[in-house]
């Protein structure tokens, strides 16, 4: 069956409705292989009358050997554990990063945590 | 059907359709052509010329900033990072083709984002390629859908769409600081007649809008003058509040009568929080306090015992309704009260009592062809309490009828409506006196079904599998976000809630699906997909020896369609089929894999057993064609093994203890669905149906009955959800002052959702 590109974005507003969150997950299609792209954008407000500033996004290129996990992800949607990661432990990763205005961060630890979404079970790296 | 205030919202919701779907490079309809998804892999079309590129996002639903998102635009950022991007007249490369997704999912991510939270989803494709010239199309189609999490207490689901939305459309009309729009309005009863609309905006708390209304017609006519004001109160019983106070007179004929109302008026009005998401059922209420004058031409003594030519009047009105939505059903019923005197003392001389309702049903009869069932009924009666009634005041109909409360926003019939008579022209017996009824009834029905249609949503688009199990994944999502921002709300129950509902009654679900004693559903779906394999594999090499002959690869490719489809739904039932041993702790997702497998989110993103099942009877024609018909049956018959298990769990489901925060979230989750739903099973961009028309109305004029009945026949011709009637209703047994029958010509906006 031939490769379909494919994206699908979740948006979450924390209960505090200061914290924002996106998550995508950009399937492609090049040289006949499927290559899978992580966006995860964050931003954040001081007060509930502020706008929203974009803080971090973070890009991570799925490599070969996750790609069964990333299609997963797609065919099955995030589970409770993936999105209790993206709203905990990556969001207070992001959050202690120096403000990109939204701009792809290069940080490793951050990109390396981010990558970890594709886990059924996602645990910040070491 | 709408009066012209509803005229006007719905033109504002037309062109701001228009303004949206026509914004380059940014979303267009599809104009007409015959597109063709090409199946290669991208990585096939390197180096083929990019014909065109475009953005189809004509189903988005969240506010956007049109500029920002132009394709130029993406693909200049695209060009910034020194990515290669595809550009229209340039060779075609697959890395440029997924940057330039990549850019928009970027930019609407980050639209989505401003819109609170949501979901949204990317298809590409290359479409209409042409092997021979070596040339292609691309095509981003763009689906959003915003809700609400994290807002204490409040798992909604909102939309803030451009155009099918007409509570927004006409908010954003309120928004414009002065209107003035002159119209001509025609009637049988008034001949033509010149109008105009005026409306102001003020930016005070008490008064935000001064409106004038006027026609004239020769003699007589219609003023109304108000200032008005609202406030969103948000309490449960006092949602949205609305007041005015104004002048209104007019002077219209009644046959030989002519009937005169002067009259100062202050009004309140109220309406509940809906009662779920998505304004299922709410309620409206308001008082009016009348004053000024009514009067006929008759002179008095031509009136019977009891009726007046002419006198003051004082009134207090009172109303309340409530209306309500399910699925593709809506229900209006309302009842007003007035209290009236004719101006000489404070007593209440007179009282009117008014019956009200209408039920608009849809019927889906196939994908896009809905079965529209108009059903309008009406009752009122005046009785006198001390004293005499104003003639004025009686109840005369026609096809327009003057409202309960002129000018509110909650109409409410003031009389008998029958479309093949003119205005007021129902008004007494054949043989008797001419000068309205003491009581009334009336009935309407209209019936129209969609003949040519253009779907909003093409099909190769709405039934594209990536689509809907792309959707799905991001509902699922979405849904789960929804039901853990709720369980962290102040006051919820605890998770200890969560973990035994799952440990028992998830549990219990799970034990069902894996009861192999009945049906097998791993077996039985693998077979399934064993026994269509050499046809779905034959039709996927025939749709590829056939590329570049359009007919013959259209046809092939409907039928793999139909394979794909069966064989989607039925590695999906693999992925998601429950582990016993992985289904009682809080974190796992077995009810949610249950809920895909067999509940599903509405008839666009249906249950997985549902899908094979109905995956299964649409392969019937061809196995059929193929002499394969005992090979079909054999899969039916599997396929009904599945159903019958769907079946079995949806019982066990129905007997289910629900945790609360379960039922806090799913009137939203059902909302998104039914949204799909209507996207993608019933929207039209264009559609044309024939409509039947059918009045009886009966006026009780002194103890003489004056009854009539309309039939009539004519066209609906809608824009999405903007409908234009047209027609004739005639006057099979009419009265010898009655004409033979009337035009039709009105207009409606149908609330989708």
């Given amino acids: ?126 | 059907m709408s009066n012209l205030s509803g005229f006007f919202r719905l033109i504002f919701a037309v062109l701001a359709m228009f303004a949206v779907l026509q914004t380059p490079g940014h979303a267009q309809v599809s104009e007409g052509r015959n597109e063709r998804s090409c199946s290669k892999n991208p990585a096939e079309y390197s180096g083929f010329k990019v014909k065109d590129i475009r953005i189809k996002a004509n189903f988005l639903l969240f506010s956007l900033n049109v500029g920002a998102l132009t394709l130029p635009n993406a693909q200049a950022s695209v060009r910034r990072r020194g990515d290669t991007v595809i550009e229209v007249n340039q060779l075609f490369s697959e890395a440029g083709y997924f940057n330039l997704q990549k850019q928009r999912n970027e930019d609407l991510s980050t639209a989505l984002l401003s819109s609170g939270a949501g979901v949204l989803a990317i298809l590409p494709r290359i479409v209409n390629c042409n092997d021979t010239a070596g040339e292609i199309e691309v095509e981003y189609s763009i689906l959003g859908i915003p809700f609400s999490t994290g807002v204490a207490g409040s798992a909604s689901f909102e939309l803030p769409g451009f155009y099918l939305n007409k509570k927004k459309a006409a908010v954003s009309m309120d928004a414009a600081p002065f209107q003035l729009v002159p119209y001509l309005g025609y009637n049988g009863s008034r001949g033509l007649f010149p109008g105009v609309k005026i409306r102001k905006a003020f930016k005070t708390k008490l008064v935000q809008h001064f409106a004038l209304n006027a026609d004239i017609s020769f003699p007589g006519g219609i003023v109304n003058a108000a200032l008005a004001g609202s406030d969103e109160v948000k309490s449960g019983i006092l949602d949205h509040a609305e007041w005015r106070a104004g002048y209104s007179l007019a002077n219209l004929p009644a046959g030989a009568l002519r009937l005169n109302e002067s009259t100062f008026f202050g009004q309140i009005a109220g309406s509940t929080r809906p009662f779920s998401a998505g304004g299922s059922l709410s309620f409206r209420y308001g008082a009016t306090f009348e004053g000024g004058r009514r009067s006929t031409n008759v002179a008095e003594a031509a009136l019977p015992e009891g009726t007046i030519a002419e006198s003051g009047y004082g009134a207090g009105k009172f109303y309340i309704g409530g209306v309500s939505s399910w699925r593709r059903h809506s229900l209006k019923v309302s009842y007003g009260l007035q209290l009236a005197n004719t101006g000489k003392n404070l007593q209440v001389n007179y009282l009117k009592n008014i019956f009200d309702a209408a039920y608009r049903g849809r019927y889906l009869v196939a994908d896009h062809q809905s079965l529209q069932l108009d059903l309008a009924l009406s009752a009122g009666k005046l009785s006198s309490i001390h004293g005499d009634i104003p003639a004025a005041e009686r109840f005369f109909g026609g096809n327009a009828v003057r409202e309960f409360i002129p000018g509110d926003s909650w109409g409410i019939s003031n009389g008998p409506f029958i479309r093949s008579i003119s205005q007021n022209r129902l008004n007494g017996p054949d043989t008797g006196p001419a000068i309205g009824g003491d009581s009334y009834r009336s009935v309407n029905l209209t019936l129209s079904l969609p003949v040519w249609h253009k779907p909003l949503i093409p099909d190769e688009i709405s039934k594209d599998q990536t689509v809907i199990f792309g959707l799905g994944t991001g509902v699922r999502s979405s849904r789960l976000a929804l039901a853990e921002s709720e369980v962290q709300q102040p006051g919820q129950p605890d998770e200890d809630d969560f973990t035994n509902y799952r440990a028992t009654d998830i549990q219990r679900l799970v034990s069902i699906l894996n009861d192999t004693t009945k049906v097998n559903v791993t077996v039985v779906v693998d077979s399934i997909i064993n026994l269509i394999k050499p046809e779905s594999d034959m039709l996927a090499q025939q749709v590829a020896d056939t590329s570049g002959q359009n007919d013959a690869q259209a046809s092939l490719t409907a039928d793999l369609q139909l394979f794909n489809q069966v064989q989607g739904y039925a590695e999906r039932i693999n992925l998601f089929f429950p582990d016993p041993a992985d289904s009682a702790d809080f974190d796992n997702d077995t009810q949610y894999d249950i809920e895909s497998l067999v509940l599903g989110y509405g008839d666009a993103i249906p249950a997985y057993f549902t899908g094979i099942s109905e995956g299964v009877a649409s392969l019937r024609k061809f196995y059929k064609n193929k002499g394969l018909s005992d090979k079909w049956e054999k899969l039916d018959l599997m396929a009904g093994q599945l159903k019958s298990m769907q079946q079995d769990v949806l019982k066990a489901i129905r007997k289910n203890y629900t945790p609360k925060t379960e039922l806090l979230v799913r009137p939203t989750t059902q909302y998104v669905g039914r949204v799909l739903e209507v996207l993608f099973k019933e929207l039209n961009i264009v559609s044309v149906s024939p409509v039947l028309m059918f009045d009886a109305a009966r006026l009780n004029v002194m103890g003489n009955k004056a009854g009539n009945y309309g039939l009539g026949a004519g066209v609906r011709m809608s824009l999405v959800n903007f409908d234009v009637y047209a027609g004739y209703s005639f006057n099979p047994a009419r009265q010898t002052d009655h004409k033979k029958g009337a035009f039709v010509l009105s207009i409606d906006i149908t609330d989708l959702f």
């Fill in chain 1, 1 to 126: 069956m031939a490769c379909v590109p494919f994206s699908i974005t979740l948006a979450v507003l924390a209960t505090d409705n200061k914290r924002q969150f996106s998550f995508s997950i950009n399937k492609g299609c090049v040289e006949e292989k499927p290559v899978y792209v992580l966006v995860f954008i964050f931003r954040d407000r001081n007060e509930l009358t502020d706008p929203f500033q974009d803080r971090v996004s973070l890009q991570v290129t799925v490599g070969d050997t996750d790609s069964p996990k990333a299609e997963k992800l797609i065919a099955r949607g995030m589970n409770n554990a993936q999105l209790a990661y993206l709203k905990g432990p990556l969001t207070n990763i992001v959050e202690d990063l120096p403000p990109t205005g939204g701009a792809p961060s290069n940080d490793p630890t951050a990109l390396n945590a981010a990558s970890q979404i594709l886990n059924s079970k996602p645990v910040l790296p070491s």
